[in-house]
């Protein structure tokens, strides 16, 4: 099965109204390809998940400027005074999470948990609305799993199944996210041939990833 | 030496050898430029590694390799990368020894307020909510005053809180002060500073003890 599609198949999977998660860390491992046909397209009320909003100017900060973004669910936005603006004047709604529970938020999503409990967040304003449940006289959230309709992954290295391997600090959130949508999309700024990867560094194994489009150089 | 460097500096002496250890963006990352020539320390850095290492050479960037910041860095020998999930659970799981982080407000009960003000400034918590809850101290450098004036040391927080009763060390170009279940106390000044200064400057209660001692940071 040819997983290689183009930009344009990949964005068309992609309707009004979805919920996608975008791997990467302040643009660091985003799938910039991916993210520039998406607003060439001008698909709409998306929800985002991702760690941060980016740059107004690089990576998914560009979908918030573009205003393509209907609610983002993030851990930073303060590199995107667009995203702040948006949030302040009530055209997007942001949900900012702690980094650590929206990491785990969507490995529970990826991994078929209901949820999780973490002590981050007690005593602050991320507890409200939140179950508390004390273990051994320590008290936690209970935090619940995320998902999306679509992921779009920024891989380094991908072979022609899907096998997966992300340099250095690309990592960040996109081996999770790979886990946790219905289509799952990776742009490979390399692709090679299966078997080429040495198994060992497989991040995503190639059987959660559907479709494959070849990173702009 | 300007304010910002005397409290990296300061907090610089905190560092133990063997150590992992988490800096915030700004003020805090200037830690890692005074770590004592006897020591190794692990800098840990949430986007995902351990073994962070300075900026590289102009011309030698590597687009893949940034600090939390986005800032082009090095790896030093012996580190490792890791996903977001793992990163965390380093941080959560009590793996960190010590991190340090900036403070829009830190008051006498350790309760810090970084990440928010009210109708003005929402940038998000990124990682510091989990880093105070799980690393084993938390060390604030903070300037003392805001540029209005105002005390950052508060008796209660009014911004939105990082965490509460999370902090250890409160390090300023005025004091080093440390939170314990008294309360908050005075336990150096810097050079050249009175304790009526810091006193008339704090607006916590402090608890002063008969040898106070002086801020050293060479």
């Given at each position: 099965m040819n997983k290689i599609i183009s930009y344009e198949q990949a964005i068309d999977k992609i309707e009004d109204g979805m919920t996608i998660m975008i791997g990467g860390f302040l643009g660091v491992g985003n799938p910039h390809g991916l993210i520039?046909?998406?607003?060439?397209?001008?698909?709409?009320?998306?929800?985002?998940?991702?760690?941060?909003?980016?740059?107004?100017?690089?990576?998914?900060?560009?979908?918030i400027v573009n205003k393509q973004v209907k609610k983002v669910i993030t851990s930073h936005i303060g590199t995107n005074k667009e995203t702040g603006r948006q949030m302040s004047e009530g055209e997007t709604e942001v949900i900012l999470v702690p980094q650590g529970t929206l990491a785990e938020q969507v490995r529970a999503g990826g991994s078929g948990l209901g949820g999780f409990l973490t002590p981050t967040?007690?005593?602050?304003?991320?507890?409200?609305?939140?179950?508390?449940?004390?273990?051994?006289?320590?008290?936690?959230?209970?935090?619940l799993p995320l998902k999306a309709d679509v992921a779009l992954l920024g891989g380094s290295t991908v072979d022609k199944k899907g096998n997966t391997f992300y340099?250095?600090?690309t990592q960040n959130f996109n081996p999770l996210m790979a886990m946790a949508a219905e289509i799952v999309i990776v742009e490979a700024e390399n692709i090679v041939e299966i078997g080429e990867i040495d198994p060992h560094l497989v991040m995503t194994p190639g059987e959660v990833v559907d479709y494959i489009v070849e990173g702009v150089k | 030496?300007?304010?910002?460097?005397?409290?990296?500096?300061?907090?610089?002496?905190?560092?133990?050898?063997?150590?992992?250890?988490?800096?915030?963006?700004?003020?805090?990352?200037?830690?890692?430029?005074?770590?004592?020539?006897?020591?190794?320390?692990?800098?840990?850095?949430?986007?995902?590694f351990l073994g962070l290492g300075p900026a590289p050479e102009e011309g030698k960037e590597d687009k893949d390799l940034t600090n939390a910041g986005s800032q082009p860095v090095t790896m030093l020998n012996g580190g490792c990368y890791f996903d977001s999930s793992t990163s965390f659970s380093?941080?959560?799981?009590?793996?960190?020894?010590?991190?340090?982080?900036?403070?829009?407000?830190?008051?006498?009960?350790?309760?810090?307020?970084?990440?928010?003000?009210?109708?003005k400034l929402i940038p998000g918590m990124g990682g510091a909510m989990d880093l105070v809850t799980g690393a084993k101290k938390v060390i604030v450098a903070t300037e003392h005053c805001t540029k209005k004036g105002g005390s950052k040391i508060l008796k209660e927080c009014v911004y939105p809180l990082t965490g509460a009763k999370v902090v250890d060390i409160i390090v300023t170009e005025l004091a080093y002060m440390t939170v314990t279940n008294e309360g908050l106390v005075l336990e150096e000044i810097a050079p050249g500073v009175t304790i009526e200064e810091v006193v008339s400057k704090t607006d916590a209660e402090l608890i002063i003890p008969e040898d106070v001692k002086i801020m050293n940071v060479e």
């Amino acid at each position: 099965m040819n997983k290689i599609i183009s930009y344009e198949q990949a964005i068309d999977k992609i309707e009004d109204g979805m919920t996608i998660m975008i791997g990467g860390f302040l643009g660091v491992g985003n799938p910039h390809g991916l993210i520039d046909a998406l607003v060439n397209k001008g698909t709409k009320d998306l929800t985002i998940i991702a760690n941060d909003t980016a740059f107004p100017q690089i990576g998914l900060g560009k979908l918030i400027v573009n205003k393509q973004v209907k609610k983002v669910i993030t851990s930073h936005i303060g590199t995107n005074k667009e995203t702040g603006r948006q949030m302040s004047e009530g055209e997007t709604e942001v949900i900012l999470v702690p980094q650590g529970t929206l990491a785990e938020q969507v490995r529970a999503g990826g991994s078929g948990l209901g949820g999780f409990l973490t002590p981050t967040g007690v005593g602050t304003i991320v507890e409200e609305g939140k179950q508390k449940i004390t273990i051994e006289s320590k008290e936690y959230l209970l935090e619940l799993p995320l998902k999306a309709d679509v992921a779009l992954l920024g891989g380094s290295t991908v072979d022609k199944k899907g096998n997966t391997f992300y340099n250095k600090t690309t990592q960040n959130f996109n081996p999770l996210m790979a886990m946790a949508a219905e289509i799952v999309i990776v742009e490979a700024e390399n692709i090679v041939e299966i078997g080429e990867i040495d198994p060992h560094l497989v991040m995503t194994p190639g059987e959660v990833v559907d479709y494959i489009v070849e990173g702009v150089k | 030496m300007n304010s910002k460097e005397f409290i990296a500096r300061r907090i610089a002496k905190e560092l133990k050898d063997g150590s992992i250890v988490n800096l915030g963006i700004g003020l805090p990352t200037m830690v890692a430029n005074y770590v004592p020539e006897d020591i190794q320390v692990t800098f840990q850095s949430e986007n995902g590694f351990l073994g962070l290492g300075p900026a590289p050479e102009e011309g030698k960037e590597d687009k893949d390799l940034t600090n939390a910041g986005s800032q082009p860095v090095t790896m030093l020998n012996g580190g490792c990368y890791f996903d977001s999930s793992t990163s965390f659970s380093i941080i959560r799981g009590g793996h960190v020894d010590m991190t340090v982080l900036g403070a829009l407000q830190v008051d006498m009960h350790g309760n810090l307020a970084n990440w928010m003000i009210p109708n003005k400034l929402i940038p998000g918590m990124g990682g510091a909510m989990d880093l105070v809850t799980g690393a084993k101290k938390v060390i604030v450098a903070t300037e003392h005053c805001t540029k209005k004036g105002g005390s950052k040391i508060l008796k209660e927080c009014v911004y939105p809180l990082t965490g509460a009763k999370v902090v250890d060390i409160i390090v300023t170009e005025l004091a080093y002060m440390t939170v314990t279940n008294e309360g908050l106390v005075l336990e150096e000044i810097a050079p050249g500073v009175t304790i009526e200064e810091v006193v008339s400057k704090t607006d916590a209660e402090l608890i002063i003890p008969e040898d106070v001692k002086i801020m050293n940071v060479e």
